[in-house]
Protein backbone atom coordinates (compact mmCIF):
# COMPACT_ATOMS: atom_id res chain seq x y z
CA UNK A 1 0.00 0.00 0.00
CA UNK A 2 1.36 2.97 -0.69
CA UNK A 3 2.10 6.05 1.84
CA UNK A 4 -0.42 9.30 0.61
CA UNK A 5 1.98 12.41 0.54
CA UNK A 6 0.57 15.77 1.51
CA UNK A 7 2.74 17.96 -0.88
CA UNK A 8 1.97 21.34 1.12
CA UNK A 9 3.49 19.44 4.08
CA UNK A 10 6.20 18.61 2.20
CA UNK A 11 6.98 22.24 0.72
CA UNK A 12 6.41 23.66 4.30
CA UNK A 13 9.40 21.37 5.37
CA UNK A 14 10.98 22.53 2.39
CA UNK A 15 10.79 26.20 2.81
CA UNK A 16 11.90 25.66 6.98
CA UNK A 17 15.03 24.05 6.09
CA UNK A 18 15.97 26.03 3.54
CA UNK A 19 15.16 28.65 5.90
CA UNK A 20 16.59 27.73 8.84
CA UNK A 21 19.92 26.73 7.53
CA UNK A 22 22.70 29.41 7.23
CA UNK A 23 25.11 27.83 5.30
CA UNK A 24 25.43 25.40 2.64
CA UNK A 25 27.56 23.10 1.32
CA UNK A 26 29.30 23.39 -1.75
CA UNK A 27 31.01 21.63 -4.48
CA UNK A 28 32.58 23.28 -7.09
CA UNK A 29 35.24 22.20 -10.22
CA UNK A 30 38.73 23.36 -10.36
CA UNK A 31 40.86 24.30 -13.36
CA UNK A 32 42.13 20.52 -13.65
CA UNK A 33 38.51 19.49 -13.47
CA UNK A 34 38.53 17.77 -9.98
CA UNK A 35 35.67 18.38 -7.57
CA UNK A 36 36.09 20.12 -4.23
CA UNK A 37 33.79 20.52 -1.51
CA UNK A 38 33.67 23.54 0.54
CA UNK A 39 30.71 25.58 2.65
CA UNK A 40 29.65 29.11 2.90
CA UNK A 41 27.17 31.18 5.03
CA UNK A 42 23.94 32.11 2.11
CA UNK A 43 21.16 33.96 1.89
CA UNK A 44 17.75 33.03 0.08
CA UNK A 45 16.42 35.98 -2.19
CA UNK A 46 13.96 36.26 -5.18
CA UNK A 47 14.13 32.67 -6.31
CA UNK A 48 18.06 32.16 -5.75
CA UNK A 49 20.74 31.82 -3.68
CA UNK A 50 23.76 34.38 -2.79
CA UNK A 51 27.08 33.40 -1.55
CA UNK A 52 29.71 36.21 -0.36
CA UNK A 53 32.75 34.87 -1.66
CA UNK A 54 36.71 35.83 -0.83
CA UNK A 55 38.62 35.61 -4.23
CA UNK A 56 41.65 34.02 -2.16
CA UNK A 57 39.48 30.93 -0.98
CA UNK A 58 39.57 28.05 -4.01
CA UNK A 59 35.87 27.59 -4.33
CA UNK A 60 35.96 31.24 -5.45
CA UNK A 61 38.88 30.72 -8.18
CA UNK A 62 36.93 27.69 -9.25
CA UNK A 63 33.33 29.32 -9.88
CA UNK A 64 35.29 32.41 -11.40
CA UNK A 65 36.71 29.02 -14.28
CA UNK A 66 33.66 27.32 -14.32
CA UNK A 67 30.67 28.80 -12.64
CA UNK A 68 28.73 25.66 -12.47
CA UNK A 69 28.80 24.13 -9.19
CA UNK A 70 26.10 21.51 -6.83
CA UNK A 71 24.68 22.94 -3.08
CA UNK A 72 23.49 20.86 0.09
CA UNK A 73 21.87 22.13 3.12
CA UNK A 74 21.73 19.28 5.12
CA UNK A 75 19.70 19.04 9.05
CA UNK A 76 22.13 19.15 11.52
CA UNK A 77 23.10 16.00 12.69
CA UNK A 78 21.91 16.61 16.53
CA UNK A 79 18.25 17.23 14.90
CA UNK A 80 18.20 13.96 12.67
CA UNK A 81 15.89 11.11 14.12
CA UNK A 82 18.11 8.96 11.64
CA UNK A 83 21.81 9.80 10.60
CA UNK A 84 21.10 7.78 6.94
CA UNK A 85 17.97 9.33 6.33
CA UNK A 86 18.85 13.32 7.52
CA UNK A 87 16.78 15.69 5.64
CA UNK A 88 18.50 17.90 2.87
CA UNK A 89 17.94 20.14 -0.34
CA UNK A 90 20.25 19.53 -3.38
CA UNK A 91 20.60 22.20 -5.80
CA UNK A 92 22.68 22.60 -9.25
CA UNK A 93 23.09 25.76 -10.40
CA UNK A 94 25.53 28.42 -11.99
CA UNK A 95 26.80 31.26 -10.30
CA UNK A 96 27.17 34.41 -11.56
CA UNK A 97 29.27 37.78 -10.31
CA UNK A 98 27.03 40.72 -9.02
CA UNK A 99 29.02 44.00 -9.26
CA UNK A 100 29.43 46.05 -6.72
CA UNK A 101 27.95 49.25 -8.46
CA UNK A 102 24.24 47.00 -8.95
CA UNK A 103 21.41 48.18 -6.78
CA UNK A 104 20.94 44.07 -6.41
CA UNK A 105 24.61 44.21 -4.44
CA UNK A 106 23.24 46.80 -1.88
CA UNK A 107 19.91 44.74 -1.40
CA UNK A 108 21.30 41.11 -1.22
CA UNK A 109 23.85 42.45 1.31
CA UNK A 110 20.92 44.10 3.52
CA UNK A 111 20.20 40.30 3.85
CA UNK A 112 23.35 39.30 4.77
CA UNK A 113 23.10 41.82 7.58
CA UNK A 114 20.18 41.21 9.02
CA UNK A 115 21.13 37.23 8.57
CA UNK A 116 24.76 37.26 9.84
CA UNK A 117 24.80 40.45 11.45
CA UNK A 118 27.34 43.36 12.11
CA UNK A 119 30.29 41.48 10.82
CA UNK A 120 28.98 42.40 7.37
CA UNK A 121 30.14 45.53 7.94
CA UNK A 122 33.69 44.18 8.19
CA UNK A 123 33.66 41.86 5.33
CA UNK A 124 31.75 43.93 2.66
CA UNK A 125 34.36 47.12 1.79
CA UNK A 126 36.84 44.22 1.50
CA UNK A 127 37.11 44.18 -2.56
CA UNK A 128 38.69 40.19 -2.55
CA UNK A 129 35.11 39.50 -2.17
CA UNK A 130 32.78 38.76 -4.77
CA UNK A 131 29.05 38.50 -4.29
CA UNK A 132 27.55 35.19 -6.38
CA UNK A 133 23.84 34.86 -7.43
CA UNK A 134 23.25 31.32 -7.78
CA UNK A 135 19.68 30.75 -9.45
CA UNK A 136 19.33 26.67 -8.86
CA UNK A 137 17.95 25.39 -12.11
CA UNK A 138 17.49 21.78 -10.74
CA UNK A 139 17.29 20.32 -7.11
CA UNK A 140 15.65 17.42 -4.91
CA UNK A 141 14.57 17.37 -0.72
CA UNK A 142 15.13 14.45 0.49
CA UNK A 143 12.88 14.55 4.06
CA UNK A 144 13.84 10.68 4.99
CA UNK A 145 13.56 6.83 3.51
CA UNK A 146 11.48 7.28 0.14
CA UNK A 147 10.89 10.57 0.54
CA UNK A 148 12.85 11.75 -2.05
CA UNK A 149 11.38 14.88 -4.19
CA UNK A 150 11.97 16.77 -7.52
CA UNK A 151 12.34 20.37 -7.75
CA UNK A 152 11.60 21.86 -10.85
CA UNK A 153 9.95 25.17 -12.33
CA UNK A 154 10.84 28.66 -11.89
CA UNK A 155 12.21 29.11 -8.44
CA UNK A 156 12.08 25.46 -8.22
CA UNK A 157 8.52 25.73 -6.80
CA UNK A 158 6.93 22.36 -8.30
CA UNK A 159 7.66 19.72 -6.56
CA UNK A 160 7.07 16.03 -7.05
CA UNK A 161 7.52 13.04 -5.26
CA UNK A 162 10.24 10.44 -7.18
CA UNK A 163 8.85 7.07 -6.55
CA UNK A 164 5.50 7.58 -5.33
CA UNK A 165 4.61 3.60 -5.95
CA UNK A 166 7.49 2.26 -5.13
CA UNK A 167 5.43 -1.49 -6.12
CA UNK A 168 5.95 0.04 -10.01
CA UNK A 169 9.32 -1.80 -11.68
Known amino acids: MTQQINLETVRSEYHKLRDQRRSL ?8 GLPEASYAPFVWFE ?6 LSQLARHTQNLNVNP ?59 QDFQ ?3 VTPKSGRFISGFAQAFQLSGEGLIEITHINPDRSKP
Open 131 to 133: LFK
Open 68 to 126: SLGLLLIEDESEARNQFARRRIIWQGRAEVIDRENELFKTVMQGFRDRFGDFIDIIEPL
Open 25 to 32: QMATIDAN
Open 47 to 52: NACYLF
